[in-house]
């Protein structure tokens, strides 16, 4: 399934958008998942929790697909 996530501002954390769409329940969850290399970014891998992602990436985890937009 894909989320389409409309980004306010210039970037979103890595950490904060898998916060905001649910697909973590908390920021401690979010961090063990990114370092635990489960989450990917344009289809690599990222263990940076404060990643900066703008419109235009597209971020992979647990079987769903985020969008970003503007």
Same mark, same amino acid.
């Given at each position: 399934?894909?989320?389409?996530?409309?980004? =306010?501002? +210039?970037?979103?954390?890595? %950490?904060?958008?898998? /916060? !905001?769409?649910?697909?973590?329940?908390?920021?401690?969850?979010?961090?063990?998942?990114? +370092?635990?290399?489960?989450? @990917?970014? %344009?289809?690599? &891998?990222? !263990? @940076?929790? =404060?990643? /900066?992602? =703008?419109?235009?990436?597209? &971020? %992979?985890?647990?079987?769903?697909?985020?969008?970003? &937009?503007?």
């Amino acid at each position: 399934m894909s989320i389409s996530l409309q980004v =306010r501002g +210039e970037y979103i954390q890595l %950490d904060q958008l898998l /916060k !905001t769409t649910g697909l973590c329940h908390s920021g401690g969850m979010a961090h063990a998942e990114i +370092e635990e290399g489960k989450v @990917r970014v %344009d289809g690599l &891998v990222e !263990t @940076r929790k =404060r990643a /900066k992602l =703008r419109p235009g990436q597209q &971020v %992979d985890y647990a079987g769903e697909t985020v969008l970003l &937009v503007s």
